[in-house]
């Protein structure tokens, strides 16, 4: 059974940082492809990150801007997500997912989801 379980949401003002963990288990997480979306209310769920089994192969939605980077420690079975100069419009309900192959593409399962509060 997979399980996703991030942690490290919060509430912050704007311009601060915040690094999101995932840690994953139930299978073997290197041979998987690894990402974060998120959810705002009324609001879409959105593509934020995706990283491939290796770690060599990263995609980024475009608000990111260079503000995001997403990494992973297979030895650890675990993937993060640290967001510098946060701004009020990242708020929003992160979640972690992994993918159905090693390259990033579609995911089918899902974390419980960590909330970020970025305040003005």
């Known amino acids: 059974q997979v399980q996703l379980v991030e942690s490290g949401g919060g509430l912050v003002q704007a311009g601060d940082s915040l690094r999101l963990s995932c840690a994953a288990s139930?299978?073997?997480?290197?041979?998987?492809?690894m990402a974060w979306f998120r959810q705002s209310p009324g609001k879409e769920r959105e593509f934020v990150a995706a990283?491939?089994?290796?770690?060599?192969?990263?995609n980024y939605a475009g608000f990111v801007q260079g503000r995001f980077t997403i990494s992973r420690d297979n030895a650890k079975d675990t993937v993060y997500l640290q967001m510098n100069s946060l701004k009020p419009e990242d708020t929003a309900v992160y979640y972690c997912?992994?993918?159905?192959?090693?390259?990033?593409?579609?995911?089918?399962?899902w974390g419980q989801g960590t909330q970020v509060t970025v305040s003005s």
């Open positions: 997912a992994t993918g159905r192959t090693r390259l990033p593409g579609a995911y089918d399962y």
């Open positions: 139930g299978r073997t997480f290197s041979a998987y492809a």
């Open positions: 990283i491939s089994g290796g770690g060599a192969i990263t």
